[in-house]
């Protein structure tokens, strides 16, 4: 089965040819958390069973981003935390099943707000993770300057990936890309044509978006403006035509409800198709 195809029927030989939910991947922005709240985050990831592979977000560019990078070490994942060189937000990509590779990205702009790995499967399964943290729009100084700046190195870089990791290998996208699909309900008339535009070079670049997948419909939200207005900021991206998909993708709320940050997760159940022969 490849992403974004209708499944075929399958004989039940076939069927057993599926590792069901071989990983779950998770995105999260964990809105830079203080050393005791990051405590709580890393406890929280290592008791869900849908956290075997994760990308975290807005993580602190000080100590106490250092700090949540040692304490999901300290739960059993293997962590690559770039130094982002000052006080600005960095990527996490973490992994508690199998091997971390970093793989440089190399990206033009903000380089410690993307991060590369390889994860490699005990089953002989290999994925390319990228993690990404888009700016906001920034302060009125500097009003979208680093946003625009990190946008067009993204999209440079997603057509690099495919020479980052190799033609054959699989490539999740997650993060916190602070930008709207188009038709996003509700509308925010703040957001521009080219902030729409770098959503749709996901596709342009051949990746699916696996909560549209699994939920085309429907209007939900991983962060609320102070108005109460919802935004779907965060998102999973897999590439389209590998032997990979999703059985399932869905947003967990309480890890906003619950105070641990102002984001709600996302995580995709991924399956491989295994030969046949």
Sequence with gaps: MIVGETPPERSPEAALAVERAALRVLTWNVQHASAARGLRQAAWLAERPDADVIALTEVAGGASGDSLAQSLSAHGYRVHLPVSGGRDYRVLLATRVGELQ?????????????AGAIISHPAG???????????????RTRRNLDKRAFQDATSALLSRLPTVFSNDLPVVVAGDLNVLEPGHQPHHSVFGKWEYDFYRNFASAGYTDLYRMHQPERAEHSWFGRSGAGYRFDHLFCTTGRPLTASGCRYIHDARTDGLSDHSALSADLIWVAPTT
């Design 102 to 114: 970093v793989m440089p990205l190399n990206v033009a702009h903000l380089p410690h707000r993307a």
């Design 125 to 139: 399964w290999r994925l390319g993770l990228v993690g990404l943290y888009v700016p906001s729009r920034g302060p």
